[in-house]
């Protein structure tokens, strides 16, 4: 099965709220993770990444926090707007070799303007 | 520009009939991927290229095949589509594995089966 799920399937937030969406991973070994945001009829979009070795990474109005104690993942979005409505996916190489980028369920985030 | 170029954006087949989806790629990278994204699902890899190095995943169905002319070009060959088939299917391209490089993803092939 796959080693990356989401805690929640959709999330709904105000235009200009914070959101956070969430992802656990059941692989302790994974050392590398990534967020990908998905909008309708379109490919995955890279956001942000994490390595292990990290605890938090920020990027413009995202920020990555690890939590490897509970093998927990969450992206984190500062002042939501209208178009970070999309589906959001955490994966990582699932402690393998880092062959291959194994994605959870998804979050559907939509922006209530 | 586009990096990751799909093509058709739209493929309708009729059941049984083979068809091949195409993906080039600018950037030049050494790996190349397909993944297969049902409705409200998760990409699900099928396989991969790393240079002229072919690995399939253990559970993708013998009914999928590719292959990768060159560093540029990868063909998804789907020989007897059935309706199951139906999706999104992703190309994606990185310099490196995944737990080195980032993956780039193109818009995908929405493939129908009637």
């Given amino acids: ?113 | 520009d586009a990096m990751v170029i799909q093509n058709p954006r739209y493929q309708v087949t009729q059941f049984g009939k083979p068809v091949t989806l195409s993906c080039s790629q600018t950037l030049n990278h050494n790996v190349m991927y397909w993944y297969q994204q049902k409705s409200s699902q998760a990409p699900k890899l099928l396989f991969h290229y790393y240079d002229k190095d072919f690995n399939n995943e253990a559970d993708t169905p013998d009914n999928f095949q590719s292959r990768r002319p060159n560093t540029s070009f990868c063909f998804l060959d789907i020989r007897s589509p059935g309706l199951g088939d139906a999706a999104m299917y992703l190309c994606a391209t990185s310099r490196d594995l995944p737990g080195i490089e980032k993956l780039f993803f193109g818009s995908g092939t929405q493939l129908s089966v009637l």
Avoid at chain 1, 15 to 28: L, R, W
Avoid at chain 1, 69 to 86: E, F, N, R, W
Wanted: proline share 4%; hydrophobic share 30%; with cysteine.
């Fill in chain 1, 1 to 113: 099965g796959e080693s990356v799920g989401l805690h929640l399937p959709t999330l709904s937030v105000q235009e200009g709220d914070n959101s956070i969406i969430n992802c656990a991973y059941s692989n302790s070994a994974s050392d590398y993770f990534i967020w990908y945001k998905q909008e309708s009829g379109k490919g995955p979009q890279f956001i942000i990444d994490i390595r292990s070795n990290m605890d938090k990474r920020q990027g413009q109005r995202v920020t990555v926090l690890l939590n490897k104690t509970v093998k927990h993942l969450s992206l984190q979005i500062a002042a939501t707007q209208p178009g970070d409505s999309a589906v959001y996916f955490c994966a990582d190489t699932g402690g393998g070799q880092g062959e291959k980028l194994i994605f959870g369920q998804g979050t559907e985030l939509s922006v209530k303007p």
